[in-house]
């Protein structure tokens, strides 16, 4: 660009002096001519490319460049130029507008080149360039306003040199987002959207389909790397991919070509976004028809979409089920038939009238001499015969835009000009006041249609969704299939009926272009190291989280009541755990514990039934009793850790059991004492048993027990035990358990039971071999150890053992501990009652 930007600026300074000098109208250095000119009172520049390309000459050393020799002509921009030449006649024939105002035009082709499209461009704004005579210098130099060019790159040069002249042009193709910019191309206007609006439709277009994951090929001039560029950044905050992003230019040596052929070949998206002109697409087709690249989906911009010129071309179908975006479709009456009508153009421009007349019919004129063409024009050729680009009107909308450009222009000149009935002067309005006239006007054709230009001097954006469907004549053909409006809100803009599309290789189904399947519920996604956003591997949620969409980014952790389902795609309440009456374990707790208290009544029973048999009266009955009575409860207390943990069964549990449990301790200290003081009150002089009589014996019992009573209202009243949901120690599941509230009160009541136990143990074992009728203190002794080990045997059990289990450890220490003393106590003194009654007697007891 750099040499391109210094030859601007020399063609600029050489204008600059000759504008200000106004008897010399002639550009210096070569002059350009015009291809096609017609006289009038308000000239109207047109800057086409007749031809699409030109010969590089032998470069000799000179001071002037040698002129372009240009070749292969471009039936195109003769439509466009056309399309001009007919609305100008138009208006020339209105009565209503610009009347009596006859309009000319100077058309230049430019042969693609920018370097020559600013060189018109200066031919343009400078007027006579070609002045020989003296009639020069009579009507302003400058034509009013140029229509043109058709690409975004030509545009740009010209705009950037004419617009400190604020001499207005009107394009009717140049789509690049970059000519929006109103301080570098403050006279540049234009009847196309702005590729603002393409490059987001086309972004949202691919997101609608799904398609994550895609190639793109770009045309690498302005409008393909402009274009491309919003492309990519919109489509990233979409979310969406570029696999390769490659750019391509018609006169790209082969092996550069060759190596975007590679990548293609190589690359694991479906979709090819192809942001091209359509020359570039011609070429490019030829390559993939070479190297059989076929079966990819192509999204295209409105500078291919809708041309049936690549449609004819591609016979083998690669470009087959296209969706793209175009302009929408519309109509000028008449200008079909005016375009068809090439003859009057001889009028306007005889040299390029008989090049266009030679290309179309395959002739020659016969002045020219040349051997290789053996059919000579008659003149009398028919265009409706043929059928070629020239003849194909599928560009209608394009040609509407320069038909509305001109028209435009005409509407600001009518205002200016202050016509009504007839016009008031004919005197060329100066630029800048035309050009703020011009950016104002709003009207319509007479086909109905609106124009009038946004603040940035361009369309408003509104395009046809295409779709290329298998067609039963020559090639594809070109079905709506949805609107795209960027006049709506953003959600409303895009409409598109999917079921009537026919994607690329004639399937009905949208194809899936994704680096990675998309992650199911349960999973959440991680990107690969290294690579884009759009690869990424599907990882499990963790237990406890859930993800309950597709594609999510994180896993969720569950409410800590609740926890993840198996599939992990939402949160289940967790279970609930404790203790209860309807499991094994609880009913056979229970059934233990009730047949203890059944038992210990039994026991009672008999006692009660044999009360006056020596066994039972010389074992101190009311404390044997009493004990049997504590011994109930305790089996019974054991029902109280059974089922769900309430705010009463909390505080019941321990308390009722350290209450129980005391009173039997002491009941069974009670007999220990009895039976140390009976020996003692058998040594002589001594008087023992009255200062341990049934009295003091009933006291001590009441006494121990109150002890624990108030370690207990104690406990109660400042940190009661409370039902609690232990979510710590496992994650699926929620323990109910008592919380004791206070441990100090806990292991106080527990350690009171343990102190009275140890105790009552010592004393039996002082006891022990004391003659005794019927030695209880040995199994008392015996019991107490039984006691004694399960509740030692209790305390680790009781710390390590998880939830439940922690409950049934503490009622099976209970359960054994009260067996323990009901068996060692009761047994042997039932086993003779019952099955000896003959050591029951009085004689017996004596004689032991
Ligand atoms: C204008 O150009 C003519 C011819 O080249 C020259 O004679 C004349 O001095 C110029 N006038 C100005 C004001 O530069
Ligand atoms: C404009 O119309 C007049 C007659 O109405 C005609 O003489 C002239 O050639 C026309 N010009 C164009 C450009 O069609
Ligand atoms: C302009 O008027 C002439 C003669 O009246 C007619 O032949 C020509 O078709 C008209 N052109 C347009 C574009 O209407
Ligand atoms: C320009 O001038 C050359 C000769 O000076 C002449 O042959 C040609 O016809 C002129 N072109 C126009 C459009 O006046
Ligand atoms: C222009 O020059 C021609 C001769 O070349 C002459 O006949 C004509 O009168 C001149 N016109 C003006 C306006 O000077
Ligand atoms: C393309 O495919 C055809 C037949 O399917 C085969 O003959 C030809 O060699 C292939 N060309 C290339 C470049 O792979
Ligand atoms: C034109 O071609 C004829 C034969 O085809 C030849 O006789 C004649 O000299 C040629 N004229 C020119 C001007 O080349
Ligand atoms: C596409 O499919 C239709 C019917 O499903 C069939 O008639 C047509 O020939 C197919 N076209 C191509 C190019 O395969
Ligand atoms: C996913 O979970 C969130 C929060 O838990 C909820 O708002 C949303 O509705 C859920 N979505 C589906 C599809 O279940």
Redesign the pocket.
Known sequence: MEPFFALMHVVMTIVTFTRANETTCVLQGQPVYPQLWKDGDIILGGVFSFHSSWEVRQLTYSITPPPLKCISLNCRDFQYAQSML?AI??I??SSTLLPGVKLGYKVYDTCGSMAMAVRVTMALANGHENTTSNESCTKQGYVQAILGDTTSSACMAMAKSIGPFKLPMISHYATCECLGDKIKYPSFLRTITSDYYQSRALAELVRHFGWTWVGAIRTDDDYGNTGMATFTKVAEQMGICLEYSLPFFRTYPEDKVLRIIEQIKSSTSRVIVGFLVHWDLEVLLHKFVEHNITGFQWVGTEGWISDSVIASMDKHHILQGAVGLAIPKNEVT?LKD?ILDIKPLKSSGSAIFTELWESLFQCKYSNKNDSSFTTECSGKEELSDMQNTFTDMSLMPIFSNVYKGVYAVAHALHDLLGCTDKCETKKQPDPSTFLKNLRKVHFKTKDGEEVYFDENGEAVAKYEIINWQPGQIKHDEFVSVGLYDASLPVNDRMSVNTASIIWANNKTKVPVSVCSESCPPGTRKAVQKGRPVCCYDCIPCTEGEISNMTDSVTCLRCHEDFWSNRKKDGCVKKETEYLSYEEIMGILLTTISIVGAFITMLVAVIFFRYKNTPIVKANNSELSFLLLFSLMLCFLCSLTFIGRPTEWSCMLRHTAFGITFVLCISCVLGKTIVVLMAFKATLPGSNVMKWFGPVQQRLSVLGFTLIQVLICILWLTTTPPFPFKNINYFKERIILECNVGSALGFWAVLGYVGFLALWCFILAFLARKLPDNFNEAKFITFSMLIFCAVWIAFIPAYVSSPGKFTVAVEIFAILASSFGLLFCIFLPKCYVILLKPEKNSKRHMMGK
Do not use: I, T
């Open positions: 007919f006649e138009e020339n024939n008449g005016f």
